[in-house]
């Protein structure tokens, strides 16, 4: 070698790859110790929502709460959008025809429902009366506008 840098530099990443095979293992045995998790104060009412007899229980993909304290699921099953009130009781559900394979839910300081769905590839917002308001994403077969 005859530029003295290129020696040095090689000499360098030879210390630093020694040193990381030797010391790798040491470091991979260092185990941090683990602390409970704390309590949450709730309890699990499975009962609190009342659905229909005919209606399945299945994976909730979003839940959010509006400004009155309804509760909205979105579900991977139809009725997919629904609303329920603070005592669990049915409210009213929205247009299934709408998503495809629900993902998330979020609502806005104004009521806004927002929806991702990644089966269609869309974002939907709806006003809280389930109106229509924006609609962004591909999917776009079944709007008419």
């Known amino acids: 070698m005859s530029n003295p840098m290129t020696f040095i530099t090689t000499i360098i990443i030879t210390v630093f790859l020694?040193?990381?095979v030797i010391f790798t293992p040491a470091l991979a045995?260092?185990?941090m110790p683990s602390r409970p998790v704390p309590a949450l104060g709730y309890k699990i009412?499975?009962?609190f929502f009342?659905?229909?007899s005919d209606w399945s229980k299945s994976e909730v993909s979003g839940v959010d709460i509006n400004s009155k304290g309804h509760i909205f699921l979105f579900r991977r099953v139809?009725?997919?959008l629904t609303e329920f009130d603070q005592l669990g009781n049915l409210v009213r559900i929205f247009d299934d025809h709408l998503f495809d394979q629900?993902?998330?839910l979020r609502i806005d300081r104004d009521d806004n429902l927002w929806t991702i769905d990644d089966g269609n590839?869309?974002?939907l917002k709806l006003s809280p009366t389930g109106k229509i308001l924006m609609v962004s994403g591909r999917?776009?077969?079944w709007w008419r506008g």
């Open 50 to 52: 009342k659905l229909p």
């Open 45 to 47: 009412d499975p009962g």
């Open 18 to 20: 020694v040193a990381g």
């Open 78 to 80: 139809k009725p997919m």
């Open 121 to 123: 590839h869309m974002l």
């Open 102 to 104: 629900p993902h998330g």
């Open 29 to 31: 045995q260092v185990v």
């Open 139 to 141: 999917g776009l077969h």
